[in-house]
Structure formats: C-alpha cells, structure tokens
C-alpha cells in the first residue's frame, strides 16, 4: 500500500484512525480482529510526543499529509497501516472520529439580540429544509418568534425536521411552567406539516431496543447508526442515569450551519438590549452584557459551505434513533448546490454520545491545556469535570503561566459549580493560572468557547466541563482554524475578560479543601447533576 496508490477513502481512514487513537480510543469498538493495527499504533505513539505535536497544529490531524510529521511516524509505517486499515469499519469511524471540512466562511454572534437577529434571518432563507436539534425551547417572546419564522417556512414547502426535549423544556425558567409548554408550539408546527421527536425519550428498554433495532435494521439504517444506540443503551444500564441531548445545532439547505451553546427561549435568543461598551465592537456589532439579570450571555457560530454535511448526518443519526422518517443527507435535496467554497475556515466537527468509548471534545480540552504553549483561553459556566481539575493541577508553570479560564462563578445556575472552583483551583492558580470571574457583571454566562493563539483555533459548542457532558450526554462542537476568524473571537472573549473579576488572591480557593464542607458535596453530588 504505497503512499502514492492511496485513494481519498483511504487517506480519510488513516486520518480517522490515527485521530481516533491518539485520543485514547479503543480500535475494538470499529474493527474486528485488530491486535496487528493496534501493536502498530502503540509503537508508533510510545510517550506523549505524538499528541503533544497534533496539539501543537491544533488539537486535530485533518489531512493523511501531517501523518508523516508526526513524532514516531514515518513512510513505512503508513504503508503498513494503510495494509491493515482493512479490518475497520469505515463507517462506525466516521461516526467516532473529527471529521474535517474546508473552505467554510464563519461567523460569530454573541448575546440574545445578535444571535435572534441572525437565527430568523436564516429561517426566512430557507427554501429546501431545515433541519433544527435544541435541548430547549420555551414557548415565550422569542421561542414563538422563532416558531413563527418556521410556520413561514413551511408555508413555502420548506421540509422542517425538529428534535427538542419535551420534558426538560416543561420545567420551565424563573418558576414559570407556562414557558415550558412547548407542546403549543410544537402542535402548531405539526399542524403545518413539520415532523418533531421528542430527545426526552432516548433510551429504550433492554427489549424495546432489541425489537426496535430489528426493525431498523430491516429498514436498511447501517450499523454505524445503530452501534451509537447500543452504546447508550449499554451506558444507562451500567450507571442507571438517564441522558440527554445536549447538542444545540441547526442544518439549512445544505448550504448554513448553526452550531452553539445556546437554546431557544428569552434566557438566551432575548431581542431585548443590551448594555453594550462605546469601544468595543465585532464586525460592526457591540459587544456588551445582558441588562437584566434572567438574560444569560450566550453565543452561536453560523457556518456557510462543506461543514453542513457531516452535521447533517449527525442530525440524520439522532432522528433515525428517535423514530424518525429516513432520509439520506448525501441525496441532492440534501447537499449545497453548486459552489461550496465560502471562505478560508477549517471547521472540524467533534461529536460525543453516552457511553462513547472515549470522549473526544473531553480528550480535546485535557489536551488544551496540557500542551499549551501560548495563550490559551477557556471560557465555560461549569467546572466540574474531576478530570479536567487533576489534569490542570498536575500542570507545572511552564504551561499553567499561558492558561486563562473565565467562569460566572458567583453567578451560576449549577448548585455545586463554586465549591468545584474552590475546592480545585488553589494549586493551578500558584501555579500560574489566571482565573477571571463573570459574575462581576451581575449576569450568568452560558457561554461555552475556547481560544488557542499558537494554532489559531476557536472550539465552541454545547460541551459543559463536567461530568454529565463527559460521559452521559449527547453533545457536539466546531474547532474552526482560521488566522482572521480566530482574532474576532479573540475580541469577544478579551471583552469577557474587560468586565470579568480577575482574582488575585490565592486564598479565594481552598488550600486545604478537605476542611470545607461544601468540597464533600460536590464530590457527592458531580456524577449526577
């Protein structure tokens, strides 16, 4: 198998498989007898030299030319991968593995207004389908804007597939249940032809699954989609939490992309606004706080080009799990007509699903900050995630002095999210880590973000540092490379830094955290919420 015969399909497989490995994934779960593959990769990969140069180029291999470059790697070994790569299946890879596109054009939004602007401008787009998945939307002031926007749509002919959380959605916000009636909106939208599932009801029974995978099956859904449900299956009954999709994202006309950490609902998509700086703008837009404290600061990246295709057919996995009418997203209808080419943006795409065999937007985020070289910011409401805290705490100076994190963390929804910061952050924090604090604003920040200076790279997604998105969860994120595209986001978060506490004051955390009792609750309490 030399290097010069391979094809595109093979080049893509090694790609998947070396990013698949290095991230700590088992090549069992997508081949069959694989000892010769894995003794080959574990060779390869002896130490950390490997991961540490992917992180050096952004935390992802995207192309079979970086192969060679990598520390351990050399041309006879890729021939010999190549000749083994057969015993994989492709398509379960695929659905494990980043997958990468080029020549995208992004652009962020950040804070109610901008991002509910921007979200009915898309929808008033459309003319083929919409293809929307948001844990919540709440049946309020911009829930039903963005309702209304999908009855148009459908009033062209546009096809409208929706995936929401009925049951999460009905407990409402601020003690009002009535926000979380969503069964209004959704009879309505029904009632003019749009298709919707229920994300609540993810998990079947032990016999449920087995007679629902049956029929699946003979409907001709691959193994790649359903091997994904098994894995939750096999989670929910391990650990006997239930799971939830988290993923926040929205497909159109195979041509837009949405992908971000917020949902649907005067919390995040307000049209009210904001308290915004004289200075500082983005793209010709402010940047700014919420002017009332029930208004969270959250964000979205709009994409244009390839990156719709692999987010569709997540999208097409989920649905088909659910329920689901089938639909194949490489059918015409599906894919962008004409030009793809948008912009100059690499956009990856990270998925993460319950019982994954190994978490690689998690595995991406320890890697972050265990090689970071330059300034590295991490922008996240939640903190809480055991492995995140021992890998930050083992770090010495020479990394820890060019980590950043900005946490609302006076001001925070998650009962316990203090007491992790407290109870983790004395160490990191001597040891050079700056950690700035949201809630000098007053307000709560939903939003989930990360900034890389050395490789120019943005993540954003729904992904929480904690252990429900770790390990129970559906979730899903975009690392996108682009020089220009990476400084606006820059200007976003240095905005978030401007109005953020930086605490200076080591004894602001817990030297000794076993002496605080609110340290034992959080431990008793991070599996769960």
């Known amino acids: 198998m030399l290097l010069e015969k391979w094809d595109e399909g093979l080049q893509r497989d090694i790609v998947d498989v070396v990013n698949y490995y290095l991230s700590g994934g088992s090549l069992g779960a997508v081949a069959g007898p694989a000892e010769r593959l894995t003794s080959l990769m574990d060779a390869a990969l002896e130490g950390g030299a490997a991961r540490a140069y992917r992180q050096e180029t952004g935390g992802v291999i995207t192309e079979a030319g970086q192969l060679a470059e990598l520390p351990g790697f050399s041309t006879g070994l890729l021939e010999q991968l190549a000749a083994e790569v057969r015993v994989l299946d492709s398509g379960k890879l695929r659905a494990l593995a980043p997958q990468t596109t080029r020549n995208n054009r992004v652009d962020a939004f950040v804070n109610g207004p901008q991002c509910l602007e921007m979200l009915l401008e898309e929808i008033g787009k459309a003319r083929r389908y919409i293809h929307l998945s948001v844990m919540l939307f709440f049946n309020d002031d911009s829930g039903n804007r963005i309702a209304d926007a999908l009855l148009r749509a459908l009033e062209r002919g546009v096809q409208v597939r929706i995936m929401v959380n009925y049951t999460v959605t009905a407990l409402g916000y601020g003690h009002n249940l009535e926000v979380g009636r969503f069964s209004e909106i959704s009879d309505r939208l029904k009632k003019a032809g749009a298709k919707l599932q229920d994300t609540f009801n993810s998990y079947y029974t032990a016999a449920e ?65 904001i308290e915004t700086s004289a200075s500082v703008q983005v793209d010709g837009r402010p940047m700014g706080v919420p002017a009332r404290e029930e208004e969270w600061h959250d964000g ?230």
């Open 209 to 273: 699954w087995h007679k629902k995978r049956a029929e699946l099956e003979a409907q001709g859904v691959p193994e790649s989609i359903l091997f994904l449900q098994d894995k939750v299956q096999e989670d929910v009954e391990l650990t006997g939490l239930n799971v939830i999709d988290h993923r926040k994202f929205m497909i159109i006309d195979g041509i837009t992309s949405i992908i971000g950490s917020l949902n649907f609902g005067d919390q995040y998509t307000f049209a009210a606004p």
């Open 300 to 529: 979205c990246f709009r994409i244009r080009g390839a990156a719709a295709l692999p987010l569709n057919a997540v999208f097409r996995s989920r649905w088909l799990l659910l329920g689901g009418d089938p639909f194949d997203p490489e059918d015409a209808f599906y894919r962008a007509e004409g030009n793809t080419d948008f912009g100059s943006e690499e956009c990856t795409l990270f998925v993460s699903f319950p019982g994954n065999p190994v978490n690689l937007i998690q595995q991406y985020y320890l890697d972050l900050i265990t090689y970071a070289a330059e300034e590295t910011v991490i922008v996240n409401p939640y903190l809480i995630d055991q492995a995140f805290w021992d890998r930050l705490g083992g770090l010495g100076p020479e990394c820890s002095c060019h980590l950043k994190i900005c946490n609302p963390l006076e001001v925070n929804d998650h009962p316990t999210n203090r007491a992790a910061v407290r109870s983790n952050m004395y160490t990191p924090f001597c040891n050079g880590v700056s950690f700035y604090d949201y809630s000098a604003t007053g307000r709560f920040s939903h939003w989930k973000i990360t900034y890389d200076h050395r490789s120019r790279a943005v993540f954003h997604g729904s992904y929480n540092i904690n252990e429900r998105s770790a390990c129970h969860d559906f979730e899903l994120g975009l690392l996108v490379k682009g020089e220009a595209f990476a400084a606006k986001v820059k200007a976003m978060i240095d905005y978030d830094l401007s109005v953020s506490r930086k605490i200076t004051d080591k004894k602001e955390f817990f030297k000794h955290p076993w002496l605080h009792p609110s340290t034992y609750v959080n431990k008793a309490t991070q599996n769960y919420t």
